[in-house]
């Protein structure tokens, strides 16, 4: 129900523009975010912002560097990507959620809609 666009190889320094739309679903998110996985370590919390968009959170490696925002379309998330780093390479993924169990706005276990993800590489 979620499909992420926009990954891609860049070099060292780059930027990336990563999309998120939801489909088919009748009501609103009110939280989604972005989590990202690199080859033999766990998936982690790298942005999320909620329905209004006045509230956003990042992970540490990505404040200063990353900036998750909500597109006019409902449903829609996206994080702009810079000054990339080669740890930045990983498969990104767009999560969200409405209401349930919350752990916290980068915590895997806050969100219950998951896309495919996409892949970034740098290099």
């Known amino acids: 129900q979620l499909v992420e666009s926009g990954g891609g190889s860049v070099q060292a320094g780059g930027s990336l523009r990563l999309s998120c739309a939801a489909s088919?679903?009748?009501?609103?998110?009110?939280?989604m975010g972005w989590f990202r996985q690199a080859p033999g370590k766990e998936r982690e919390g790298v942005a999320s912002i909620n329905s209004g968009g006045g509230g956003t959170y990042y992970s540490d490696s990505a404040k200063g560097r990353f900036i998750v925002s909500r597109g006019n379309e409902k449903n829609t998330v996206y994080l702009q990507l810079s000054s990339l780093k080669p740890e930045d390479t990983a498969m990104y993924y767009c999560?969200?959620?409405?209401?349930?169990?919350?752990?916290?706005?980068?915590?895997?276990?806050?969100?219950?809609?998951w896309g495919q993800g996409t892949q970034v590489t740098v290099s």
């Open positions: 088919r679903l009748p009501f609103t998110l009110n939280f």
């Open positions: 999560a969200a959620r409405t209401y349930g169990d919350w752990e916290g706005p980068l915590a895997e276990k806050s969100f219950y809609y």
